[in-house]
């Protein structure tokens, strides 16, 4: 008989431990649903952080990477790729910036974002050598290279992988008056995510990102911003920063600009910061490559097509108050932009994580993070019936005396 358990033992004999995955074995998707290898069913509301706004199998995301599989799929930089251009243009379009550069995973591409203002802090701003510093949030999460967790400010991240790279200076998220007291004249970007994610859909005080751009005009600093997990519709609109009308002078995407099916990330800029990178000074072999390109262009073709972002505003509100309305006693805060919601759950009632392992149990894959926040991220495309469908079990799981 073929079970969970079984392939959960294999793997855990040959894999490294550093997840703590719910003991489902997932072999197929379609849309909002998973199916494990024993044919139970769960509606996914976790959507692996974004990458699966689209849901999975996206039919017409599907046929361009079949397509594009079946004509080229990787050729190297060194030469030019009938893909590019068009996806190039598409993405720079939709977020008002002049060039993108492309790579895979997020983390790369908020590496390539330091890399660029570094650079434009030195060339163009007159900073002396090595001395450029970056401003960064507390909680943040850009990713898990080594330069990306030198700034994290979560031990787990960090313990034992020192030395770090300097450059970097901490303050709290969302306190602007401790980020311009943190501004020298070597401060060349401050780096920030408009809500964090990984820390728990903490959302910053309305107008922060606003005067976090004001504050960056004012003192020559280039605003970066990492929409990796944000952007892309996940808060009910293109980009995060949209709230508030700010236009970053480096964006940061990944996650659902792969559409479900490929790492693909960027950044996006002024020509101005993207002339920093010359021939030779930064590159990836894999990134740009023409399936890569062909999968994101039919990424964003969908994203617009389908209203995806007034999609999420509409049923994320529509979640928010079915949620609300729960009144559960196990609930001591629901916040959050689109589909894109934290609940914190009283830690003196319940543990975050038995409450997802019960969701998982109910048909609804869900996480934790921070041991009292459990985050629901559902693919953009969910339905207002997946939605009921969701919140029979999600107050089943929430009222459950044991
Ligand atoms: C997921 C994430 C990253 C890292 O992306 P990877 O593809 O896992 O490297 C960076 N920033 C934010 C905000 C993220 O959510």
Redesign the pocket.
């Known amino acids: 008989m073929i079970t969970n358990q079984s392939f959960i033992e294999r793997e855990d004999q040959v894999n490294a431990k550093n997840y703590e995955p719910v003991p489902a074995v997932i072999t197929r998707g379609e849309g909002v649903w998973l199916w494990d290898v024993e044919g139970n069913r769960y509606l996914d509301m976790l959507s692996a ?2 990458a699966i706004s689209h849901g999975y199998a996206h039919p017409r995301i599907l046929k361009a990477l079949v397509d594009q599989a079946s004509r080229l799929a990787v050729c190297s930089r060194a030469m030019y790729h009938d893909k590019m251009a068009e996806f190039l243009e598409a993405l720079c379009s939709l977020v008002g910036q002049d060039q993108a550069l492309l790579m895979n ?4 591409a ?1 590496e390539t974002a330091i890399k660029a203002v570094r650079r434009f802090g030195y060339q163009e701003k007159g900073i002396a050598p090595d001395q450029a510093e970056i401003i960064v949030m507390e909680g943040n ?4 290279t080594l330069g990306l967790i030198s700034f994290s400010t979560e031990s787990d991240y960090k313990k034992d992988f020192g030395p770090f790279l300097p450059g970097f200076k901490v303050v709290p998220f969302g306190d602007i008056n401790a980020l311009k007291e943190a501004i020298t004249p070597n401060t060349c970007a401050i780096l920030t ?1 408009p809500i964090q ?2 820390a728990g859909i903490i959302v910053p005080p309305s107008g922060w990102l606003k005067a976090v751009e004001t504050l960056c005009r004012q003192n020559n600093v280039l605003l970066v911003v ?1 929409e ?3 952007g892309l519709g996940r808060t009910g609109k293109i980009l995060a920063c949209d709230h508030e009308n700010v236009k970053p002078d480096v964006l ?1 995407l ?2 659902a600009l792969g559409g479900g099916f490929l ?1 693909v ?1 960027a950044i996006a800029c002024s020509r101005a910061i993207m002339d920093m990178f010359t021939p030779g000074s930064h590159g990836s072999t894999f990134g740009g490559n023409p399936l890569a390109t062909a999968v994101g262009k039919a990424a964003l073709d969908v994203l617009a097509d389908e209203n995806l972002a007034e999609r999420s505003a509409e049923m994320g509100a529509y979640l928010m108050s079915k949620l609300k309305n729960l009144n559960s006693p196990l609930i001591t805060e629901i916040r959050g932009k689109g589909l894109w919601i934290g609940i914190d759950i009283d830690p003196s009632k319940a543990v975050a994580h038995d409450l997802c392992l019960q969701l998982l149990h109910e048909g609804i894959i869900a996480k934790d993070t921070h041991d009292i926040t459990i985050r629901l991220a559902p693919p953009l495309i969910i339905t207002k019936d997946e939605i009921d469908w969701a919140m029979e079990r999600i107050a089943k799981v929430f009222f459950r005396i044991d």
């Open positions: 952080y974004s995973s997020g983390a790369e908020v999460f850009h990713g898990r995510e994610g990984e990492d990796i997990q944000s940061i990944g996650k790492p990330s």
